[in-house]
């Protein structure tokens, strides 16, 4: 038996892409589960900010940090609304900065059909892989999340920055080719970034280990019930995959804290 706060699975790029659960004593390595019944029991909460037995409202927090902790300001969703540059505080300047003001890169992925996103330069291969991308390539290397951001901007006319996770689940994606975007996205994006082009970065690839492939899924999680429970057959993105179609997203349940019981 395993116990402990549910954070989002922290993941190895390997082939296939290996997840782990880390809980403070253990760790869990979740692709040797797969082929055997896991059951997640809530039994109580614990806000990812403020470590209370709080109810958790979005992301991991409860509805107070939701609304107050610099963690979940409304640049982490929107980073053209960034301003640490600026050195204007949001809700608390020194971790603003902190995150902020290192570099971030644009990127294609494809996911269910070619997304574009931003995210800090160390943070890229996990970035990646917690959206279930099967390809990504690097556009532009820039040095803050403003910057990112309003390339980001730019890139939505032709680009989705949305992935469609049904159709990522169920290996429904478009045929488009990643290197062919790739071009389209740097001509769009202009001189304005020409001194942040990445021409030479490859394209990543990523593999899921996934025993037998589905054609609809539905959501579970413990907001909705007590108890999560089914047969393991796949994991890709943050989604655990179980043989009815029902799928459990780990970081859409951050915060929770859970009895996890795993049985043949
Ligand atoms: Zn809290």
Same mark, same amino acid.
């Given at each position: 038996?395993?116990?402990?706060?549910?954070?989002?699975?922290?993941?190895?790029?390997?082939?296939?892409?290996?997840?782990?659960?880390?809980?403070?004593?253990?760790?869990?390595?979740?692709?040797?589960?797969?082929?055997?019944?896991?059951?997640?029991?809530?039994?109580?909460?614990?806000?990812?900010?403020?470590?209370?037995?709080?109810?958790?409202?979005?992301?991991?927090?409860?509805?107070?940090?939701?609304?107050?902790?610099?963690? *979940?300001?409304?640049?982490?969703?929107?980073?053209?609304?960034?301003?640490?540059?600026?050195?204007?505080?949001?809700?608390?300047?020194?971790?603003?900065?902190?995150?902020?003001?290192?570099?971030?890169?644009?990127?294609?992925?494809?996911?269910?059909?070619?997304?574009?996103?931003?995210?800090?330069?160390?943070?890229?291969?996990?970035?990646?892989?917690?959206?279930?991308?099967?390809?990504?390539?690097?556009?532009?290397?820039?040095?803050?999340?403003?910057?990112?951001?309003?390339?980001?901007?730019?890139?939505?006319?032709?680009? *989705?920055?949305?992935?469609?996770?049904?159709?990522?689940?169920?290996?429904?994606?478009?045929?488009?080719?990643?290197?062919?975007?790739?071009?389209?996205?740097?001509?769009?994006?202009?001189?304005?970034?020409?001194?942040?082009?990445? /021409?030479?970065?490859?394209?990543?690839?990523?593999?899921?280990?996934?025993?037998?492939?589905?054609?609809?899924?539905?959501?579970?999680?413990?907001?909705?019930?007590?108890?999560?429970?089914?047969?393991?057959?796949?994991?890709?993105?943050?989604?655990?995959?179980?043989?009815?179609?029902?799928?459990?997203?780990?970081? *859409? /349940?951050?915060?929770?804290?859970?009895?996890?019981?795993?049985?043949?």
């Amino acid at each position: 038996m395993f116990s402990g706060v549910l954070k989002k699975m922290t993941s190895i790029h390997d082939d296939p892409v290996r997840y782990i659960l880390d809980f403070d004593n253990d760790l869990l390595f979740l692709n040797q589960v797969i082929g055997k019944k896991i059951k997640f029991h809530k039994t109580g909460y614990c806000c990812l900010s403020c470590f209370e037995n709080l109810q958790i409202f979005a992301n991991g927090f409860c509805k107070k940090c939701f609304f107050e902790s610099p963690l *979940s300001g409304e640049w982490v969703m929107k980073p053209e609304l960034s301003k640490a540059h600026l050195k204007i505080e949001d809700r608390d300047i020194s971790y603003e900065k902190k995150v902020q003001l290192q570099n971030h890169i644009v990127y294609l992925s494809k996911t269910s059909g070619i997304k574009v996103g931003v995210t800090r330069s160390n943070n890229m291969t996990t970035r990646w892989i917690d959206q279930g991308a099967i390809e990504a390539v690097v556009l532009i290397e820039v040095p803050n999340r403003y910057l990112a951001g309003i390339a980001e901007v730019k890139l939505k006319d032709k680009f *989705s920055d949305k992935t469609n996770w049904r159709k990522m689940l169920t290996s429904n994606i478009d045929e488009a080719d990643i290197k062919n975007e790739k071009k389209i996205a740097i001509d769009s994006l202009g001189s304005e970034f020409q001194d942040y082009f990445k /021409n030479d970065s490859k394209v990543l690839k990523f593999n899921y280990q996934i025993d037998k492939l589905i054609d609809s899924v539905k959501s579970i999680s413990l907001k909705k019930s007590d108890d999560v429970e089914g047969k393991l057959i796949g994991i890709k993105g943050q989604y655990l995959i179980f043989d009815d179609s029902s799928v459990f997203n780990v970081r *859409s /349940n951050e915060g929770y804290v859970v009895d996890i019981s795993i049985s043949d």
